[in-house]
């Protein structure tokens, strides 16, 4: 029998005055404002503001935020004791997802607080760099309290100021991704949360859902369809062969958007100001290409590039090594998480759908026992 809400889609779980998406035009609304209205411009912090409280801040970005923030970036020992505690060599992100369990020691009951979504935006950075330098063989940086959210990021990673040109780009990527609706992460926190579990199970669960290339696994994907690509030329070719095998092109398609996503639109912007030119020209050719190919074998489908692809090209122009991608996109989004986590919290039901029971009728008798037998 066909079920009509396979993977959920288009099911209104609940209510929420965080973030629309408008999948039929490509729209992206934070709490009524644009985001072509936020990016360029508008620092994270101001972002996180706006998400967790509803209102933009009255100076830009929020002094007593970002002091906050800056503040809780140290970690305490208990959390630098299981950074280190770690195996070298790890991927970044499946080390993430053990540090940020490692945050809820038990001592931040349900239901969330501010305070817990600062500490989860403010401490993943701190883990993830101090995770990433000491595998590498090299000692942890301390956090910059003068810096931005975004800037000081990219300092404890490089152990350098970073280039302005660098972090303005980083940070447009940060504001975009900072929040998206009912994606599957969140959906993911949201469930956690509705059973009266904490923001820091809830963010693990968030992270493991974000994992996956359906979600935030793609965009290092793309890079390494770049390459394989290699150059424009080559572009009708490879796409053609890859769509051939029934492969999955990385960067196109989306459950919510029938659109363009407004966030790729802005990060080809964004990528137009810092990345490669040959990096630049191969990706729009890819892309051309790879929309073209896609409209002829699935007519009406409607499916364009996703924040993903030039969000690759945007992470690869800042320096990030690929195994940092979707470690940097979890970062983006604690601010989501967090606001999605107070919100589920201030007016909780417990999420718990259904699901069709497609197995043998009851009724069936199990096998005759064979004989115990004793032990010796
Ligand atoms: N390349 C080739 N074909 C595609 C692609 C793609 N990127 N995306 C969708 N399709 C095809 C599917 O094969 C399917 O065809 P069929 O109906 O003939 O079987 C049809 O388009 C619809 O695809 P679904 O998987 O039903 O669409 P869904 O809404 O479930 O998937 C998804 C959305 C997972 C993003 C999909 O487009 C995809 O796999 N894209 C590639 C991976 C990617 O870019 N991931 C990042 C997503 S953005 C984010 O989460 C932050």
């Known amino acids: 029998m066909d079920v009509p809400l396979r993977g959920l ?11 629309l998406v408008e999948g039929e035009t490509g729209g992206l609304v934070y709490r009524g404002f644009r985001i072509d209205e936020l990016v360029p411009g ?26 906050e923030l800056a503040k809780r970036r140290s970690l305490p020992r208990r959390l630098e004791t299981v950074v280190d505690a770690l195996p070298p060599g790890l ?23 501010d305070e817990q979504a600062f500490d989860l935006i403010a401490q993943t950075p701190t883990m993830l760099t101090r995770y990433v330098r000491r595998s590498a063989g090299l000692t942890a940086v301390a956090p910059r309290p003068d810096l931005g959210h975004v800037a000081n ?37 949201r469930v956690v949360l509705s059973t009266h579990s904490d923001l820091f199970s809830g963010a693990t669960a968030a992270l493991a859902a974000l994992k996956g290339p359906l979600h935030g696994g793609a965009p290092s994907k793309v890079s390494d369809m770049l390459d394989a690509v290699g150059s424009a030329e080559n572009a009708e070719r490879w796409v053609a062969q890859s769509l051939a095998r029934k492969e999955r092109l990385m960067g196109f398609g989306h459950r919510a958007y029938k659109a363009e996503d407004p ?27 790879a929309l073209a190919a896609l409209e002829r074998q699935r007519p009406g489908r409607r499916l364009y590039t996703n924040v993903e692809f030039y969000g690759a090209v945007v992470l690869e122009a800042v320096g990030l090594p690929r195994n940092l991608f979707t470690p ?19 007016d909780n039901r417990l999420i718990r759908p259904d699901i069709e029971y497609v197995g043998p009728a009851p009724g069936r008798r199990w096998p005759e026992r064979s004989p115990t037998v004793s032990p010796p």
Do not use: C
């Open 153 to 189: 990021y990219l300092y404890m990673l490089n152990g350098v100021l970073p280039d302005a040109r660098q972090v303005r780009a980083l940070e447009g990527y940060f504001v975009l991704l900072a929040d998206h609706g009912m994606n599957a992460s969140t959906f993911a926190l």
């Open 263 to 289: 966030r790729a639109v802005i990060l080809k912007q964004i990528a137009r100001d810092v990345a490669a030119p040959a990096r630049l020209k191969l990706a729009e050719q890819v892309e051309e290409v």
């Open 91 to 113: 991927p970044p992100l499946e080390a993430l997802r053990t540090m940020i369990s490692a945050m809820g020691d038990g001592s931040f009951p349900y239901p969330p607080t």
């Open 42 to 67: 508008a620092p994270y912090e101001s972002v996180v503001h706006l998400l967790l409280w509803g209102e933009p801040p009255e100076e830009q970005p929020p002094p007593r935020l970002v002091r």
């Open 328 to 346: 940097t996109f979890a970062l983006a989004r604690t601010a989501g998480w967090g606001a999605h986590g107070l919100e589920q919290a201030a």
């Open 9 to 19: 889609e288009g099911v209104v779980i609940d209510r929420s005055a965080i973030t």
